[in-house]
């Protein structure tokens, strides 16, 4: 059983910066592919980014390549989402999850599917101005 809870989100203007927290519970959590997921009002949750259970690897969608990074502290079971030059566009609900995977690659191009993720924090509110 793992229990996620996201922090860091805000208002930011355009062009800012953001680091997303995600706290996890559970002794296993070294053991599990991490992604974040956002949500925008009236659209469906949308990928964001994956992360392997060790770190070295990470992927990305391509509308956050290049701004954003993914990476994890195992002694501190927590996940980080670092967003650099933030759009407008990218306003939403930011989720973190965890899959019972300790690879995005071994679902294939499944790690970008919200069902493949067994655990989901809360999320938390990022905003954008323009």
């Known amino acids: 059983q793992v229990q996620l809870v996201e922090s860091g989100g805000g208002l930011v203007q355009a062009g800012g910066s953001l680091r997303l927290s995600c706290a996890a519970s559970?002794?296993?959590?070294?053991?599990?592919?991490m992604a974040w997921f956002r949500q925008a009002p009236g659209a469906e949750r949308e990928f964001v980014a994956a992360?392997?259970?060790?770190?070295?690897?990470?992927y990305y969608a391509d509308s956050v390549k290049g701004r954003f990074t993914a990476s994890r502290d195992n002694a501190k079971n927590t996940v980080y989402l670092d967003m650099n030059s933030l759009k407008p566009e990218d306003t939403a609900v930011y989720y973190c999850a965890a899959g019972g995977f300790s690879d995005p690659y071994y679902v294939g191009t499944n790690y970008e599917r919200p069902v493949v993720y067994d655990y989901w924090g809360q999320g938390t509110q990022v905003t954008v101005s323009s």
């Open positions: 992360i392997s259970w060790s770190g070295g690897n990470t």
């Open positions: 559970g002794r296993t959590f070294n053991r599990y592919a």
